[in-house]
């Protein structure tokens, strides 16, 4: 079985949205309390927030699709000389499998296409399974931050970067 990544188009925002919710109220859920995540899957995850994204602020989504099954979704921005990992989610069912480490070669590619030489993401501090892939897929802390998302809530991230090799092919 193979697994694709498909560029998601404005009339499949909704379904995204509706994928999105589902794995951040299952994942979350023992890492930030539930207002936090009933507040940013509404600003950041929404349909309406993600069209917004990606009609007006250069966010680009994609599902990955496994037998015509949406079974995880990326969210990137290009910007100077580099990637911003913005979003990265695969259903509970479903990882563990390698869907990720295809996902970064997927990234990859994007990356020497584009001459983008590096990826970079933030991901919250106490997500310790997450933090430990993206170390065994290269990537580095660069260093800590503390984001104010309004009503009260912050976002306690790292940073982590990966340097991508351009002259690979
Ligand atoms: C983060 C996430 C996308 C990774 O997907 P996954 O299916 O679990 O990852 P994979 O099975 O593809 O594993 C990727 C690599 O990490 C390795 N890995 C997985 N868990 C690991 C762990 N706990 N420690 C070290 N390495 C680990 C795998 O061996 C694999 O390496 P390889 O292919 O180079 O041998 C997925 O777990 C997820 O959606 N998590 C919940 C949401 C989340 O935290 N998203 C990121 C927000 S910033």
Same mark, same amino acid.
């Given at each position: ?6 560029? &998601? @188009?404005? @009339? ?5 949205? !509706?994928?999105?919710? #589902?794995?951040?109220? #299952? ?7 539930? @207002? !936090? ?15 917004? !994204? ?5 966010? #680009? ?10 079974? =995880?979704?990326?969210? &990137? ?18 990882? =563990?499998? =390698? ?38 897929? =290269? ?5 800590? !931050? &503390? ?13 982590? #970067? ?8």
């Amino acid at each position: 079985m193979e697994l694709v990544f498909t560029k &998601v @188009e404005t @009339e499949e925002v909704a379904n995204l949205a !509706q994928l999105a919710s #589902e794995i951040w109220y #299952e994942y979350f859920v023992s890492i930030i309390s539930k @207002e !936090q995540i009933d507040y940013m899957v509404e600003k950041f995850q929404s349909t309406n927030a993600i069209t917004e !994204q990606i009609q007006n602020q250069g966010y #680009e989504y994609y599902f990955m699709n496994m037998s015509g099954k949406n079974i =995880g979704y990326l969210g &990137v921005k290009q910007e100077e000389g580099k990637l911003f990992l913005s979003k990265f989610y695969i259903l509970k069912e479903h990882r =563990g499998r =390698g869907y990720a480490s295809r996902a970064m070669e997927f990234l990859v590619d994007i990356c020497q296409k584009r001459r983008l030489s590096t990826i970079w993401l933030t991901v919250n501090r106490y997500n310790d399974a997450t933090i430990a892939v993206y170390e065994k897929k =290269g990537f580095r802390t660069v260093r800590t !931050q &503390v984001a104010d998302i309004g009503n009260g809530f912050v976002m306690d991230d790292y940073i982590m #970067e990966k340097e991508i090799d351009l002259n690979e092919k």
